[in-house]
């Protein structure tokens, strides 16, 4: 997989963004940014109360991809050539502080790193393990990280790398386990 790919003399960085279109999720700002920064581009999947926004920003921009929704089996193609997936739980929305496991999930079986919010459940999980980046809320955070990383292949590599491992190591096999606990405790 080759992350961050020349397009013309530049590097693009690809965003991805895959769930509930609502407000303090961080859409906006990722918008705003691929809209100012010429060589980045986002593809977003979902549905919600901000469809038609993303819907009208996608018309006037193509670098915004809006796919609508879409089926979890559909994921792994959705984000084939997504840079980094994008997990941004906003705290002005009180419930967000529990927001965000199916996503830190997603990202280590895609084995791309994540952008999470600081103050989400698995925030120190990625800084831990070094498979992703932690952001406070808002533009000013975002487009800083963006210029801290914008051009560093080898941190979304190692950070992917470490997704992957990570994956496999510890989570590739929790499915099954959780058959086998269900089947234990239902035959006795």
Known sequence: ???????????????????????????????????IQRNTRIVIGGRGPLSEFVRAEAKACDR???????????????TRKVD??????????????????????????LGI?????????????????ETGWIVEDGWAALDAWYNKVREDVSSFEYRAENA??????????????QRQTLLAYRNN
């Open 164 to 177: 992957r491992t990570l994956w496999s190591e510890q989570y590739s096999g929790w499915l099954e386990q």
């Open 84 to 109: 980094i997936y994008c997990s941004l739980y906003y705290q002005t929305k009180p419930l967000h502080s529990f927001a965000a496991p199916n996503k830190y999930f997603e990202h280590l079986a």
């Open 64 to 78: 915004i991809q809006f796919n609508g929704s879409y089926f979890p089996d559909q994921l792994p193609e959705l």
């Open 1 to 35: 997989r080759e992350f961050l790919p020349m397009v013309g003399n530049k590097r693009q960085l690809s965003f991805g963004y895959f769930g509930t279109l609502e407000q303090h999720r961080g859409i906006e700002d990722l918008i705003h940014l691929v809209k």
């Open 113 to 129: 790193p994540i952008l999470l919010s600081a103050g989400t459940p698995y925030a120190e999980a990625v800084i831990h393990n």
